[in-house]
């Protein structure tokens, strides 16, 4: 939760408290634009573009509160618009990517059945529609409240359960197709 | 969807605890007697953590500075318009200045000349609208141009805001 004094000054054009704000939100906010383009030099693009958005009309936003969302508003606007303008989705190898998970405790057989797994996942991932998988990354990754993906992509709460679920349900039968 | 009573998308809802209290009692007293549900929530919840789990980028930390470069670099290019600006106003204004001292008197004759026939022109109008009569096609087609006449109004001024307006997320 963003402390709401911290957006009341960047209102006023504080740089110094702007700074904070992009440290406090980077990480979730590249979390989102790399699960919509699965590039972490895009999604890096998309955010600075997001962050010179929100310094932009931060002024415009009334609630504090509501930074979350509208903070996520921009980047998934600016993602899909990234995505189409390029009209492609790049992928990279999963070894490029800094890995959070402490997968060297394993046994290397364990490891590289982890590893298969993995891919298959994120290939599963990818072959979701857009709207399908945001929805499953701010809920997963983000922990965003069902009420909260409401509000952020506007639509309602009926239709965020129906998408988490036929997002899982689409996964699981991809998954248990396989060869993907 | 199971034959059971319960259906599936109760249980992705449930397994985020997304579930009314009392609707969350029917599907844990469901769980516990049906297999095929409880089989549905474990995998959703296998499913669930693995995405949890996937190892992603973390963002260069330098991201903060370039932002911040980015802001400064808009900052000085904003100013140097400003400037710009500030200097054409001034030009502009010594060019008027010079053009009606030299040329002041031709210059009022062409608009005194302009606006004479203008006049002449809209009065010529004016007359011959005079001599349609009342009749109610006419009348239908006499607002018809006026509606198109506003809209192209309006979708000029729609224009010249949206061409000068940036258009940002809000």
Known sequence: ???SSLIEQVKKGNLSAFE?????????????????????????????????????????????????????????HLSFQYSKKKGRYKTIPLNEITQNETTFNNTPEIFVLKQEETEQLVKALKLLPDEYRIILI??????????????????????????????????????????? | MNKCACHEIDISTY?????????SNIIEKHLQTCSKCKEALHQMQSLSKSIQELPRPLISSSITMKVLDLLQ?????????????????????????IILVSFGSILFNLVYVFFKNLLIVLN?????????????????????FITIGILSLYGFGYLYFTIFKKELVS
């Open chain 1, 20 to 76: 904070k704000l992009v440290e406090e939100t980077k990480q979730q906010g590249f979390n989102i634009a790399y699960g919509i383009l699965q590039d972490p030099l895009d999604a890096e693009d998309v955010l600075q573009e997001a962050y010179l958005q929100v310094f932009h009309n931060i002024r415009k936003l009334n609630a504090p509160e509501a930074f979350k969302s509208w903070f996520t508003k921009i980047i998934i």
């Open chain 2, 73 to 97: 670099k808009e900052k000085n290019g904003e100013i140097f318009f400003v400037n710009l600006f500030k200097l054409w106003g001034i030009l502009s204004l010594c060019a008027i200045g």
């Open chain 2, 124 to 144: 010529s109008i004016v007359k011959l609208s005079q001599q349609i009569p009342m009749a109610p096609p006419n009348l239908i087609f006499a607002a018809i």
């Open chain 1, 1 to 3: 939760m963003i402390d």
């Open chain 1, 138 to 180: 701010l809920r997963e990754w983000e922990e965003y409240s069902y009420q909260e993906i409401s509000e952020t992509l506007d639509i309602p709460l009926g239709t965020v359960k129906s998408r988490i679920f036929y997002a899982r349900k689409m996964l699981l039968d991809k998954l248990k197709e396989g060869g993907i």
């Open chain 2, 15 to 23: 397994l985020d605890g997304e579930l009314s209290p009392e609707l």
